[in-house]
């Protein structure tokens, strides 16, 4: 089963059940997390998929889909959790996740364009996302995949230049409307166990890894996360990036105005993201 958030004619926002190329049947929620915060939301969209009708499908080009969680109480990303990236970064395999955390207002569409405002080194991070089902606290690790709703895509678009004023990553990593999220969410119980994860810059091929290679897998980061806070249906949990950042590269490359980035897995989607870069602000700011 995949689910989708769509924009609304009205401005607003609801939960949809993909069908299968641009269609899409609409459930009564704002938002995928709205819809996984209703006890039964499994039965509702396989209810909804059984009376799918002609009337009752709707077609939503790319450009009309929302970011899957737009109010996602949690955003919690993990940095260097593949071995090649932690590699490339000059660093030893970590004994624990390396965590920092996002707002909802990172969060955008995956056609939607990123605008970054202050930032000369813009890079790109493709990343498989973890969608929360259930409220998880001080969970096992069994207890952590029982409560994993989906799988998603997301880049975690990084602001190297802000990133690296201080020993927090926090400020580079966490400027509004640059995190896409989407297309889709894919139920856990139709999704593979390894994920392979593309990048692309206009078009060239700049990542690729799987998730086997995680140092600490989707079920591991979520039962670490609830150790020290609660997450609950709808959060979002980023596992990391795979090598071919553009700080790792010689010499460095960042992402120019006009650029388009492409984050892919298969069995979920692709996002196509093009950036408009501004002026920096003064180095003094």
Known sequence: MKL???RTADGGTTAALAMGGNSYVPLPANDVGALLSVPDWRALAEAAFVAASGPG???A???ELAPLLPRAGKVICCGLNYSDHIQEMGRELPEYPTLFAKYADTLIGPADTIHVHGSAKVDW???LAVVVGSELFRADEDQARAAIAGYTIANDVSMRDWQNRTLQWFQGKAF???TP???VMVTADEADCDFEVRGYVNG???QHGSTSTLVFGPAKLLSYISQFTILRPGDLVLTGTPGGVGMGMTP????NDGDVLTTEIDGIGRLENQFRIHAPVPANV
Do not use: I, W
């Not at 460095?252 to 992402?255: N, S, T």
């Open 181 to 183: 999220v989407g297309p």
């Open 176 to 178: 509004d409307g640059t």
């Open 125 to 127: 991070e493709a990343e």
């Open 4 to 6: 989708a958030t769509l």
């Open 252 to 255: 460095p490359r960042f992402l």
């Open 61 to 63: 080009p790319p450009s």
């Open 204 to 206: 060239e091929l700049v």
């Open 57 to 59: 499908v709707v077609s």
